[in-house]
C-alpha cells in the first residue's frame, strides 16, 4: 500500500440493533475503534471522529489516518553488564542468545548503551521498531471494538461460509452481521470481523434506497452517498435533529399553540427505529379526552411511540404526531393505520378508568394484605400500618391534630392504587392515578395531592410535595423504606441499590431542608423504628451515618467546598434545615482576616482537651486565673461568648461567628503565655475548662478546626 493520509471508514451493516441502546453502542463503537488507532500511532493530532449509528449500522468516520504509522525508537533494557560482557569486555553467550533473539547479531554488541538501572549498570539495545500498516492496525482495532461494545446479552448464529471449503460457522454479535466496508480514501481496506470480509458496499432504506447495494467510492462521500442513493440519514444526531424540526413543524401546522410533548428518551427511541424520518399527524376520537392525560399520554408513548401532542395549556389534545420510517406520496394509509392501531389501547385506558372507579380507595385497603412487600418485612397491609404511624406522628409535630389525621388517612390508602387495573397495566402511574380516584371518592384535595405527591421526589431535581399532608406521608414512606432495609442489613453496595436507598435519604434530606421541617434527624429515627416490632436489628448508627453522607455529596455538588461542608457535618447538625445557614456562616467567616488563626487554635484547642484525662469540666474559677493572658482571655470570653450565643439562639449563625472572631487576639496572647498543662493540678484543670467553654462556644455552629490547612 502506497503511504498516504486520508479519511478511514468503517461500517458494520446488521440486522435491527436494540433502539434503547443504539447511542451507546455508536458512540462506543466509534470511540474504541479512534482510541486504537490514535494508540497504534495510525491517528495525526488533527484527527477528527464522527461516529454513525442508525438501526441497521454503526460507523465511523475519522479524518488524518496513516496508511502507516511512523517507525518509534525502541530502548530495551538486556541484562546487567556483569553478565552481559566478560572480563575481557567480550559479549558472553547469554548476551548474544538475546540479541540473536530481538534479531541482531554480534556486531550490535559495539554498539549497545551502558545505563545505571538500580544499583546495577545495565546494558540497553536501541532499535527501530516498524510502525504499524493500517490493514493490521485496523483489524486489530476493529476486533477491539466490537470486543467491547456494551453489549448486554449477545445473540449466536449461523454464517456460510465465504471461503473454499463449503459450511458454516457459529458467530456471536447483538444482532447478526451482513456486511462491513472499510475505506482509506477511496481504497478498501483488507479487514475481517464476525465472518465478513470488508469492501465498499453497504445496504439503504429497506424499501426506499434509489440503489441497492449502494456503492460507497470514498471516506469522505460516505454520509452524502448514504442520504443520496440509500435514504438513510446515517448519523445519530442529524436524523435526532431532523424529528425535532419535523415534529415542531408538524405541531404549527396543526396550530393554536400545539406542541409536541418533550421527552428525550422517546425521542432518543424513535431516532433508533428510523432510517429517515417522516412525521404525519394523526388524531382520535374526542371523547377519549375524558380519561386522565396521564394515562392517554403513556400507552401512546410506551406502547406506539407516538408524540402526543398538547395545547397552548398544557392539556392533552386529540391529535398526536407518528415518525414513520417511509414517505409514501400518499400517506393516508400509513395515517389510517396509525389511527386504528392506538384506538384500541385508548380503549383499554378508558376502560380501565370506569372500572376502577366503581370500587373506592377505602374498599381496596384489606386487598393490600395479599400482597408481599418483602419476605422479612411483611404485607404492603403491614408496611403502610407503619407508614400510616409515622406521618401521624410527623402530622401532629407539624400541624396538629387535624393534620395529624389526614396524613394517616392519606398514608393508609396511598397505596391502594396498586390495586386498581389501571396501575397494574401502566406501573409508572402509581399515585397518579390514586389522585384521581381520591377526587373521585370525594375524599378531597389534600387527601388526594398526598397520595400522588408520597412518591415525591422520584428523582433528582423533581419537585416536592404541594401540601403538609403531603410532606407528612412522602416523609414517613422513606423513612419506613430506609429503617426497614437498613434493620435488616438490605445495604446498598457499589453500583447496586435495588431499593432505591440513596434516592430515598436523598429524599429525607430535601424534604427536611426545602420545606424548612422544624425535626431532628435522630428523633425521627427513634420514632421510626419502635414501629418495626421486632422485625428488625435498630439500624440508626448506620443509618444516620447514610443519610449525613448523602447530604454531603449533595452539598458538594451545590458548589460548597469539602471543607466546608465537613466543618458543618462533623457536628451532625440534627434540624437540617439549619443547614444552608450553617454553610452561609461559614463561608463568611473563612473571608475573615482572623480566621485561619482562630481555626488553627481550635484545632489545637481540640487535640489538647482529646489528651485530657477524663471529661473536661468547662467551668472556671476565676481566683485560679494567674496569668495576665488567661485574665485577659477569660474577660474577653464573658464579654464576647454571651453576645454570639444569643445570636446563635437567634438563628443569625453568621453573625455569631463573627463576633467570635474578635477572639483572636485573645486567644493567640493565651498560647504564646500560658503553660496548659501546669504541673498544679487545679491550675491545669482551670485552664483545660477555660479552654473547654472556649471550645463549645466556637463550634456550636460548625467544628472550625475543619477550616486549619
Known sequence: MTLSTSSLLLELFVEELPPKALKKLGDAFAGVLFEQLKAQGLCTADSQLTAYASPRRLAAHITAVHSQAADKPVSQKLMPVAVGLDAAGQATPALLKKLQALGADASAVAGLKRAQDGKAEALFYDSLVTGANLAEGLQKALLDAIAKLPIPKVMSYQLESDCELPGWSSVSFVRPAHGLVALHGSQVVNVQALGLRSGNRTQGHRFEAAVSPVVILDADSYAATLEKDGAVIASFDQRRAEIVRQLQAAAAQVGQGARPIEDDALLDEVTALVERPNVLVCQFEPEFLQVPQECLILTMKANQKYFPLLNAAGKLTHQFLVVSNISPADASAVVGGNERVVRPRLADAKFFFDQDRKKTLESRVEG?????????????????????????????????????????LAARLAKTDLLTDMVGEFPELQGIMGNYYARHDGLGEDIANAISDHYCPRFAGDHLPANAVGVAVALADKLETLVGMFGIGNLPSGDKDPFALRRHALGVVRLLIEKQLPLQLDALLHMAVPVFGDKIQDPRAALSAFIYDRLSGNLREQGYSAQEVDAVLALHPQRLADVAQRLAAVRAFAALPQAPALAAANKRIGNILKKADGAVDPHVSEVLLQEDAEKALYLAM????????????AGDHTQSLQTLAALREPVDAFFDGVM????????????????SALHQAMNRVADLSRLAS
Do not use: W
Not at 418485612?377 to 393534620?403: D, F, P, Y
Open 368 to 408: 393490600l394484605a395479599k400482597v408481599v412487600y418483602h419476605n422479612k418485612l411483611g404485607t404492603q397491609s403491614e408496611r403502610m400500618a407503619r407508614v400510616c404511624a409515622m406521618a401521624k406522628a410527623i402530622g401532629q409535630q407539624l400541624g396538629g391534630a387535624e393534620q395529624a389525621r389526614q396524613a394517616e
Open 638 to 649: 464573658g464579654q464576647i461568648l454571651p453576645q454570639a450565643d444569643a445570636q446563635f439562639a
Open 676 to 691: 496548659v498543662n501546669a504541673e498544679q493540678l487545679d491550675l491545669r484543670l482551670n485552664r483545660l475548662g477555660l479552654l
